[in-house]
């Protein structure tokens, strides 16, 4: 049956109505306004401002927006060894141009709001906060860019320009950026710890931010949130960024690693490994158990019967090198393992032989770093063990599978601690097994520059007492090594067993 026919004089009356109506409402708008407004605030009930096109009978549309400013709650931890941290909501307001957050307190509050974990002698209306995790080193901390934190009434806070509908972590990108180790543990583990449990809503607020680092680490970064990463020093015009909640600095709980019990949602470095792998698209899981391609060797073929275990070598380019690398190569070689040595992060990696060569880590910056960073993670996945001298390439250790096998070589000078601290530890946290050789005098080139009765060999503490510098100039920046491969043959051997 089809639709009774609109008469054209019931059609000319229909579409006067239209214009009928917008007359009205417009007269409505110009009496009522003032009081709509304040009703549709009302009724948000604290959303982030409710935009209303209301019209003003003095200056015609104006796009009108009040916000609704709940009672602040701020926590903070400046008791952490780490790194400072507060957690602000309520009506936060930052302007990156100026490095202030203002925490906005709402009418009637009495000029206070509920400031908690403030270190002994601060001010809870005002207060500094320097958002980098190196929190014991002066000398770093010296170059970090401070935060003003300052409790002030809605009309002493600079109205909003940008208004933002996730919460805010605001950081800086600087102190040690560049050094690879560094990376990872004062920046990119921090970061996972503060924003992983938010799925991507979260928008970055860097201060110091270090575009190249951004490029190089862009899969991990955009793998924590789903906006790009404001630079705070260059908000244009005294910008004002509005949230509801904000995180001023990055938690960190150790080196190279994560405490579950104090991460969000018990977050761990096996997630951390497995957030890896889906950024990078590592195909291994697990390492290699020789045990299971025994029991296949009755019905597996030539190649599969022949496949064993392998070994990545880091072969670095300056100090704390294998002087001995080929004859290491072939002691583990011997011992079972397929063995290629790299430094990774420069030039392709070479079978059974000399290292690698090209630029180090730090200085693979932008699109090249990024390109870099992918095919390292993937040629570092496709080992089951590896052997280093202490130092950043060990930071690798990341996108090894599990149940790989990390040995680290600590050279001469009571690094012994430091060595376990750094990279001793996390391969532990993400389900890989560890083992440690301390090195010789005779092993260390040291012995060619000082005789076996000088303090550095006979006892390094005060060396380290007297200031760190020195350590890092003799212990990190003289020596080499040459293994002495009767010693170091057991390890190989049980690195063997462990992949059983």
Request: with cysteine; charged share 25%; hydrophobic share 40%.
């Amino acid at each position: 049956m089809k639709p009774a026919a609109r008469s054209k004089k019931g059609r000319g009356v229909f579409c006067n109505l239209p214009l009928l109506l917008l007359i009205g409402a417009i007269q409505f708008l110009v009496i009522y306004s003032p009081a709509i407004d304040r009703y549709m605030v009302m009724i948000t009930k604290g959303k982030p401002g409710f935009p209303s096109l209301l019209l003003d009978g003095r200056r015609g549309f104006k796009l009108m927006e009040e916000e609704f400013i709940p009672e602040p709650r701020v926590a903070c931890d400046f008791a952490d060894p780490r790194s400072d941290v507060c957690e602000l909501e309520g009506s936060i307001r930052i302007r990156g141009s100026t490095s202030e957050v203002f925490v906005v307190l709402p009418p009637g509050s009495g000029g206070a709001a509920n400031v908690t974990g403030l270190a002994a002698g601060m001010n809870a209306s005002h207060w500094t906060i320097q958002p980098y995790t190196r929190k014991g080193e002066s000398r770093v901390m010296r170059g970090i860019t401070s935060l003003a934190v300052r409790v002030v009434p809605a009309g002493e806070a600079p109205p909003c320009t940008v208004r933002h509908e996730v919460p805010a972590v605001v950081y800086s990108n600087s102190g040690y950026c560049g050094n690879y180790y560094h990376d990872f543990n004062d920046n990119i583990i921090p970061l996972f710890i503060t924003s992983r449990h938010l799925a991507g809503e979260v928008q970055l607020l860097v201060s110091q931010k270090q575009r190249w680092w951004f490029d190089k680490y862009r899969e991990i970064v955009d793998g924590l949130t789903n906006y790009d990463a404001v630079d705070l020093d260059a908000d244009a015009g005294g910008e004002v960024r509005c949230f509801r909640r904000a995180t001023l600095g990055l938690r960190s709980h150790k080196d190279l690693s994560i405490d579950p019990r104090r991460a969000p949602r018990n977050l761990s470095m096996v997630d951390f490994k497995r957030f890896l792998m889906w950024r990078y698209a590592l195909p291994r899981e697990h390492a290699i158990r020789t045990e299971e391609e025994e029991e296949d060797d009755g019905g597996a073929t030539p190649e599969r019967r022949k496949k064993k275990p392998r070994m990545l070598i880091i072969a670095r380019r300056s100090r704390r090198r294998f002087v001995n690398l080929a004859e290491i190569v072939a002691l583990a070689e011997e011992v079972g393992f397929e063995v290629t040595t790299s430094d990774v992060m420069s030039s392709p990696a070479k079978k059974s032989g000399g290292g690698g060569t090209g630029t180090s880590a730090a200085n693979n910056k932008g699109d090249e770093g990024q390109a870099r960073m992918a095919e390292a993670s993937a040629l570092v996945n496709s080992f089951d063990a590896m052997v280093a001298v202490h130092g950043s390439g060990l930071t690798n250790l990341v996108f090894l599978p599990m149940n790989a096998v990390v040995v680290q070589v600590v050279p001469l000078g009571r690094m012994e601690g430091l060595a376990m601290d750094e990279y001793g530890v996390p391969p532990r946290d993400m389900n890989m097994r560890y083992l440690q050789y301390n090195i010789t005098a005779e092993e260390s080139t040291l012995s060619e520059a000082y005789p076996r009765t000088h303090p550095v060999f006979l006892d390094p503490m005060p060396i380290h007492k007297q200031s760190w510098s020195l350590v890092k100039d003799i212990y990190l920046g003289q020596q080499d090594v040459r293994l002495n491969l009767r010693r170091f043959r057991p390890v190989l051997e049980k690195a063997m067993r462990l992949l059983r």
